[in-house]
């Protein structure tokens, strides 16, 4: 299925937000919240999300949940924004089964993470890559290079040889290599997508179609004006949106929280979800983080007292 919003500069849309993945206060899946949230989102500027990706706690959800999260999403919101499906696995057969499951469900597109701990070889990322990306039949590719949790980092001369697949034709970049990315992009014809929302202005400035972002959970619209404001080179206008989202970006993204537990706070705050729960090996903001987090989204004008 082809994104609604999809460009040949920006294949899934400006904007995406990380989803992350409602449970129960018992740790089950929460499909009616995942529609809720997925709602909201588009509703306040994403015109994309991932669903199960890193922030949506993806090594603690199984296949069959995957498949039953990705449907609700394209249910909810399908229509009007790009839903891409995370199918990461360090197992390349199982990435090919959850890349098979997504496009029969009917994804807009694959975001597709190195494969991490087993630390393969570049020949083994190309293999990697190129089997889910024809396990998918087509539907467009997202490579995700994150070498701080994969250990690997996606060579130039893996990029240049697998951006020769059809299917493959974006990355999202949690590098931090300005000058790295912006040779990809020039070498490649990839698109690129910031990974890092403490660097979403750089990437920007830099060329990038647009952001896969944690911090969208709250700030959607604020990186929509954002991405306006570079395209129309108001650079002055694009630091100040930056600057107000520092601290927001801090908070969200801290070390503790690794952006899916502070952004279910978020959303809880927000009253967009009931409950915060994650999945262990994660645990939930406690009521002394949510309250400094509801500080600095309060003086951001991101939560009304």
Same mark, same amino acid.
């Given at each position: 299925?082809?994104?609604? %919003? ?24 929460? /499909? ?8 909201? /989102? ?8 991932? @669903? ?14 995957? $498949?039953?999260? /990705? ?27 959850? *890349? ?8 807009? $597109?694959? /975001? ?9 070889? &570049?020949? $083994? ?17 997202? %490579?995700?290079?994150?070498? $701080? ?72 619209? &604020? ?11 108001? %650079? ?11 601290? @927001?970006? *801090? ?55």
């Amino acid at each position: 299925m082809t994104s609604p %919003l999809a460009t040949p500069s920006a294949p899934f849309g400006r904007v995406l937000t990380a989803m992350v993945t409602p449970f129960t206060p018992d740790g089950a899946l929460d /499909l009616d919240a995942a529609a809720k949230l997925a709602a909201h /989102l588009v509703d306040e500027g994403s015109d994309g999300l991932v @669903v199960s990706g890193t922030t949506g706690e993806s090594p603690t959800t199984n296949p069959e949940e995957d $498949g039953r999260l /990705l449907a609700a999403v394209l249910e909810a919101v399908g229509d009007r924004a790009s839903v891409v499906a995370g199918v990461g696995n360090n197992d390349t057969q199982a990435s090919a089964r959850l *890349a098979r499951q997504a496009a029969a469900e009917g994804a807009h $597109g694959m /975001l597709l993470v190195s494969p991490y701990y087993n630390k393969p070889p &570049q020949a $083994g990322l190309v293999r990697h890559f190129t089997t889910v990306a024809d396990a998918g039949g087509g539907v467009p590719v997202m %490579l995700y290079d994150i070498p $701080g949790r994969a250990i690997v980092r996606i060579s130039p001369e893996t990029y240049a040889e697998v951006a020769r697949h059809e299917a493959i034709v974006a990355v999202k970049d949690a590098v931090g290599d300005l000058a790295g990315g912006a040779a990809v992009m020039r070498d490649t014809g990839l698109a690129l997508y910031s990974g890092d929302d403490a660097l979403n202005l750089a990437w920007l400035v830099t060329g990038a179609a647009g952001v896969v972002s944690v911090v969208s959970h709250v700030a959607a619209a &604020q990186y929509a004006s954002m991405v306006r404001a570079v395209d129309d080179g108001r %650079l002055k206008d694009a630091r100040a949106i930056n600057e107000e989202l520092l601290d @927001v970006v *801090a908070a969200i993204m801290s070390p503790t929280s690794q952006g899916a537990i502070m952004s279910k706070a978020a959303m809880q705050l927000l009253g967009v979800i009931d409950n915060r729960t994650t999945r262990s090996p994660y645990v939930d903001a406690t009521d002394e983080q949510v309250a400094e987090l509801a500080r600095v989204l309060r003086d951001a004008s991101l939560l009304k007292d």
